[in-house]
């Protein structure tokens, strides 16, 4: 998980669509600030609405497109979601997931083992290992509680 603090993270967006010559517009980064401060892997129309506060006449249009170019820059990740709707994740360095099926939370951590996590040679030999994520499906907590 990254520890910088959300005005290096802001930098570092800058920066990045700085380097892609991607405009900064004061939008961007508040979709951007959105998307860092919250810690639930929202989706474009969760975004939407909490940017929506702060820019009323922006349109879910350009917020879902806006997310997409941050994930072709590598900025924020697409989450893997099992059919729902894309849910974006702005934490980028290697970390793990826990889905609940039940209510769609998805929760962070990391584990040190996962990335001694043996790939078979069939895979290495015509695939080239970049990152790891392992996904761990069942219920949280919350859940669990209420069956
Ligand atoms: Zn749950
Ligand atoms: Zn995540």
Do not use: W
């Amino acid at each position: 998980m990254q520890n910088k603090t959300l005005a290096q993270r802001v930098k570092l967006f800058i920066e990045t669509c700085h380097r892609h010559r991607l405009k900064i517009t004061p939008q961007r980064v508040g979709i951007y600030r959105v998307l860092i401060q919250s810690k639930r892997h929202p989706t474009a129309d969760l975004v939407f609405r909490a940017v929506k506060k702060e820019f009323p006449n922006i349109s879910f249009d350009t917020v879902n497109r806006t997310l997409l170019t941050f994930a072709g820059i590598g900025m924020v990740e697409v989450v893997e979601t099992f059919g729902g709707p894309k849910r974006f994740d702005p934490d980028i360095s290697d970390h793990h997931h826990l889905h609940c099926m039940a209510c769609g939370r998805i929760i962070d951590f990391e584990y040190e083992g996962y990335a001694l996590l043996e790939v078979p040679k069939a895979i290495t030999t015509t695939f080239k290992v970049i990152s790891r994520r392992v996904v761990l499906k069942g219920l949280c907590d919350a859940c669990t509680a209420k069956q």
